[in-house]
Structure formats: structure tokens, C-alpha cells
């Protein structure tokens, strides 16, 4: 697994090679794996493929298209809904799109208590770390991977027609690569880390 961790990158260009129904299993299985706090597991996956693919990108460009024009969710980050409009061809092109959920969490629209925040970041922990489970284990199967977070563009248009509890998390999307990025650079070890002996 240091392998794959070393070896993990951002893809942007997938193949039209489709990912089997077992790969994605186990990938998926591999984020249940994932450590959680308290044992909560508060995760869900959707997988969307074929037909449906169409619908949710139709909903991803009415999200955007509302962000440019009125009701911004997102006001002060207008200048990345370039970005995402590049991320909806992304998602256009990859075989398999998996939006994770948060099962115990609230809207992001919702006002938090300390304690209530608290839990929903605790939670929102949980849920990464089972993100970054299947992108290792799809690194390792030479399948690539990108995690989506241009989805708060549109997040009342993906939840509505996800249509399911929970609070939407992200988005990854799934394909043989069709690229071979570069490393992107990383900060120092000495720049990152302190040291208290």
C-alpha cells in the first residue's frame, strides 16, 4: 500500500475501458474498511453509470449555471466555476462516478451547534479517510481516480436529484487512466511537521 500511495494521482483523462462490477465492489468495500469515530461508519455510496450519468450531469450544469447568474451558494469562489465546468467534461468521460455520502450528517445550509459541529467534523474525518481507502485501492488495481469537491456548485441540484438522506460529501470518479501525471509537488517534511520532545 506505500506503493499505491506514492504511485496515487489525479486523473483527468479516463479511457472508455469500463470498470467491472467487481473492481468497483471492492473498491467500495476497501472505504468500508476505513477506521471511524466512535464505529458510526456514517458513509453511503451511490454509483452512477450508463443513463444515469446523463441526468446528474444535467443537474451539475444547472448547479453551475445558477452559481453564474443568482443564488450563489459559493459568491467569494466564482473565480473556480471555470474549473468546474472542466470537472463536469471529467466526469463526463469517466466510466464510473461514486458520490459519497455522509448518512449522519446535516445540510451544510444548517446552523451547528459547538457540540453538533463537533460530531459533523469528526464524521466528515470518517468519511475521508474511507475516500482515501478507495483511491488507494484503485491505484493499486491501475485503475485511476479523481476525488470531486466541485460539487458544492452544485449542491442543491445534486442532492435533489440524488434524492437520498445524508448530506453529500464528494464525488470520485473512477476509470483506467488515460494520462500519466507528473508528482505534484509537496511541501518540505520541516515545513509540515513539528517536533515537541
Same mark, same amino acid.
Given at each position: 500500500?506505500?506503493?499505491?500511495?506514492?504511485?496515487?494521482?489525479?486523473?483527468?483523462?479516463?479511457?472508455?475501458?469500463?470498470?467491472?462490477?467487481?473492481?468497483?465492489?471492492?473498491?467500495?468495500?476497501?472505504?468500508?474498511?476505513?477506521?471511524?469515530?466512535?464505529?458510526?461508519?456514517?458513509?453511503?455510496?451511490?454509483?452512477?453509470?450508463?443513463?444515469?450519468?446523463?441526468?446528474?450531469?444535467?443537474?451539475?450544469?444547472?448547479?453551475?449555471?445558477?452559481?453564474?447568474?443568482?443564488?450563489?451558494?459559493?459568491?467569494?469562489?466564482?473565480?473556480?466555476?471555470?474549473?468546474?465546468?472542466?470537472?463536469?467534461?471529467?466526469?463526463?468521460?469517466?466510466?464510473?462516478?461514486?458520490?459519497?455520502?455522509?448518512?449522519?450528517?446535516?445540510?451544510?445550509?444548517?446552523?451547528?451547534?459547538?457540540?453538533?459541529?463537533?460530531?459533523?467534523?469528526?464524521?466528515?474525518?470518517?468519511?475521508? #479517510?474511507?475516500?482515501?481507502?478507495?483511491?488507494?485501492? #484503485?491505484?493499486?488495481?491501475?485503475?485511476?481516480?479523481?476525488?470531486?469537491?466541485?460539487?458544492?456548485? #452544485?449542491?442543491?441540484?445534486?442532492?435533489?436529484?440524488?434524492?437520498?438522506?445524508?448530506?453529500?460529501?464528494? #464525488?470520485?470518479?473512477?476509470?483506467?487512466?488515460?494520462?500519466?501525471?507528473?508528482?505534484?509537488?509537496?511541501?518540505?517534511?520541516?515545513?509540515?511537521?513539528?517536533?515537541?520532545?
Amino acid at each position: 500500500m506505500i506503493s499505491a500511495i506514492y504511485d496515487r494521482r489525479s486523473i483527468r483523462k479516463f479511457s472508455d475501458m469500463p470498470v467491472s462490477e467487481k473492481d468497483i465492489t471492492e473498491i467500495i468495500q476497501s472505504g468500508i474498511m476505513a477506521p471511524s469515530s466512535k464505529n458510526r461508519q456514517p458513509w453511503k455510496f451511490i454509483v452512477v453509470q450508463g443513463k444515469e450519468k446523463k441526468h446528474m450531469l444535467e443537474a451539475f450544469r444547472r448547479g453551475i449555471s445558477r452559481e453564474e447568474n443568482k443564488n450563489a451558494l459559493l459568491p467569494r469562489s466564482r473565480q473556480h466555476i471555470f474549473t468546474a465546468k472542466y470537472t463536469v467534461e471529467i466526469m463526463e468521460n469517466a466510466p464510473v462516478i461514486v458520490f459519497v455520502m455522509n448518512t449522519l450528517g446535516q445540510s451544510i445550509l444548517e446552523a451547528l451547534t459547538p457540540e453538533e459541529r463537533v460530531y459533523e467534523i469528526c464524521n466528515i474525518q470518517s468519511v475521508s #479517510a474511507s475516500i482515501q481507502n478507495m483511491l488507494l485501492t #484503485a491505484t493499486e488495481k491501475g485503475i485511476g481516480s479523481l476525488w470531486i469537491c466541485d460539487i458544492y456548485f #452544485a449542491y442543491a441540484e445534486l442532492s435533489e436529484w440524488l434524492n437520498t438522506d445524508g448530506q453529500l460529501v464528494a #464525488a470520485v470518479a473512477f476509470g483506467y487512466p488515460k494520462e500519466s501525471p507528473q508528482a505534484r509537488p509537496r511541501k518540505k517534511l520541516e515545513d509540515v511537521v513539528v517536533w515537541r520532545i
